[in-house]
């Protein structure tokens, strides 16, 4: 059976995805509980940044992952989405500053929901523009490397993870060292606190999926190459590797029992690059030798 580093890749993809919504959402809701003076309204905005943007950072990441483009036009659809998204993003933490015990809950989202994602451009659309700088480049980077095969979308899963737990680190450390606002009630001391532990909780979040993600991509890397130099130096049964054409080739071999007329078939499983790095799987049919 070939070795786990050579299949599925979905728990760092997991890992990652987590990892970009924490980050974000953990510099937002610390970044927007700092603009406002009220400790209320300090309280409500970090509640209504962090949580929306959790959830929409986390969506906005796996589409970024949708390979189909808009007709035949290299845009993805999943970096087109990056727009509404920011927008409803903008639209949901707007809430928090009309859910203020004067309107009902209803009354708050469709004004946050409105306001928030057109008048509210003047927050979102930067935030927009920060957040591909600091994570779309990363994950377009990890997907032209994934063109080039497995160890390449690794390298770039690696970088991915190792932004946002940066990013998360940077939002438990803002929330951690953030004076209380100007105007503040020491009634509201419980909620402040209440609100910091999640921003620091969700920063804690990223930066230990991002670190996972990172850890992964060097562990699997690092056991494919190992597994290949022991095939090449003949430790590995069922296993070898070759030169052909294209480069390096990993083949299985799979034995045939003793008076078969073909002694046994082999299967080309893994092209390899001349480092020994894994770059596709190769679907090709057993053949005899």
Not at 205 to 215: N, R
Not at 252 to 261: D, E, K, S
Request: a positive charge; glycine letters at 12%; one cysteine or more.
């Amino acid at each position: 059976m070939i070795p786990s580093a050579f299949q599925t890749r979905g728990l760092l993809r997991n890992l990652n995805v987590l990892a970009v919504g924490a980050g974000l959402a953990s510099v937002t809701g610390a970044i927007f509980s700092l603009i406002f003076s009220s400790g209320s309204d300090a309280v409500r905005l970090g509640i209504s940044t962090t949580l929306p943007t959790l959830v929409l950072g986390m969506v906005w990441a796996m589409l970024l992952r949708w390979r189909k483009t808009v007709g035949a036009s290299a845009l993805r659809w999943g970096w087109l989405a990056s727009i509404p998204l920011a927008a409803l993003n903008g639209g949901l933490a707007a809430v928090g500053l009309f859910w203020n015990g004067n309107t009902s809950l209803l009354e708050a989202v469709g004004m946050g929901v409105l306001l928030g994602s057109t008048i509210g451009a003047i927050f979102w659309v930067p935030g927009l523009i920060a957040t591909l700088v600091c994570f779309g480049i990363p994950l377009a980077w990890g997907q032209r490397l994934a063109a080039k095969g497995l160890a390449g979308e690794e390298r770039g899963e690696l970088l991915v993870g190792a932004v946002s737990a940066l990013v998360g680190i940077l939002g438990v450390l803002i929330a951690a060292v953030a004076p209380p606002p100007h105007f503040f009630d020491p009634s509201e001391a419980w909620g402040l606190s209440a609100v910091r532990v999640l921003i620091e909780a969700v920063g804690a979040v990223a930066a230990l999926a991002g670190g996972a993600a990172a850890l992964v991509s060097l562990l699997r890397a690092e056991r494919r190459r190992t597994f290949v130099r022991n095939v090449e130096a003949g430790t590995v049964p069922g296993y070898r590797v070759e030169e052909s054409h294209e480069g390096k080739v990993l083949i299985r071999v799979n034995a045939q029992m003793p008076g078969y007329r073909v002694a046994d078939f082999h299967e080309e499983v893994y092209a390899l690059d001349e480092a020994g790095e894994a770059k596709r799987a190769l679907q090709i049919p057993p053949r005899g030798s």
